[in-house]
């Protein structure tokens, strides 16, 4: 019953360094997105996919890259680590059809120095 | 742009009381309306709303949708301290298949109850 698992939970990073967020999901769900959280923000869409070999760009995409080559994983990029990237990373998974939710995973809190 | 915008920000009250959580929302297509509670980790699904003047309820919380007013409310009777949280609110665009991996989120309510 693991549902959508991200890891890992905490990381630290210094700028420059580069780093994979990962996210996996048990669920067979085709949508899969990247959120970041920033306080007094909510949460604002990074990259989404809609099935593998798909994907698109949100509201933020700068600084971020992803694919998505198996409908189970959907790893974010972080190819050189700014400060600004500072933030809480949630992934979130949905299955096909009109008014299905998302489910989210447990977020990554990644702070970069 | 679509955008959804919450009030209040922040609000504390005591054990008992009831509350109203507002959400006002301006978008393209409209297809839906989510509220979730976030604890420490993962926001968690409360309810989805597409059609105006229905209300959904589950045990002490409702939601209802005015799509007439782009507006949703999320009522929370007689609070506990379990209730304590971040409420969010977002809208998911209906755009065709491609627009299903979208959520535009409001800022988030924080509701703190006190015993």
């Known amino acids: 019953n693991a549902g959508v698992t991200q890891t890992p939970k905490f990381q630290v990073l210094k700028t420059g360094q580069s780093m994979t967020l990962q996210c996996a999901q048990d669920m067979n769900h085709e949508y899969m997105s990247w959120y970041r959280q920033d306080p007094g923000m909510g949460l604002r869409l990074i990259h989404y996919s809609v099935g593998a070999g798909i994907t698109d760009q949100g509201e933020v995409p700068n600084g971020y890259n992803v694919s998505r080559s198996t409908t189970e994983d959907f790893p974010l990029r972080l190819l050189s680590a700014a400060p600004s990237q500072t933030s809480v990373y949630f992934c979130?998974?949905?299955?096909?059809?009109?008014?299905?939710?998302?489910?989210f995973g447990d977020g990554t809190r990644l702070s970069i120095l | 742009e679509d955008k959804v915008v919450q009030s209040p920000l922040s609000l504390v009250v005591h054990e008992g009381d009831t509350v109203t959580l507002n959400c006002s929302y301006e978008v393209t297509n409209f297809r839906s309306l989510l509220w979730y509670k976030q604890e420490k980790k993962a926001p968690t699904f409360l309810f989805m709303l597409?059609?105006?003047?229905i209300e959904k309820k589950s045990g002490r919380l409702s939601s209802i949708l005015d799509k007439k007013e782009l507006f949703s409310i999320l009522n929370i009777t007689a609070t506990q301290t379990g209730d304590s949280a971040i409420y969010l609110c977002a809208q998911s665009p209906n755009a065709g298949g491609t627009s299903y991996g979208k959520l535009t989120f409001g800022q988030g309510t924080i509701l703190t109850v006190h015993p």
């Open positions: 979130a998974s949905r299955n096909r059809g009109e008014n299905q939710p998302q489910h």
């Open positions: 597409t059609s105006s003047g």
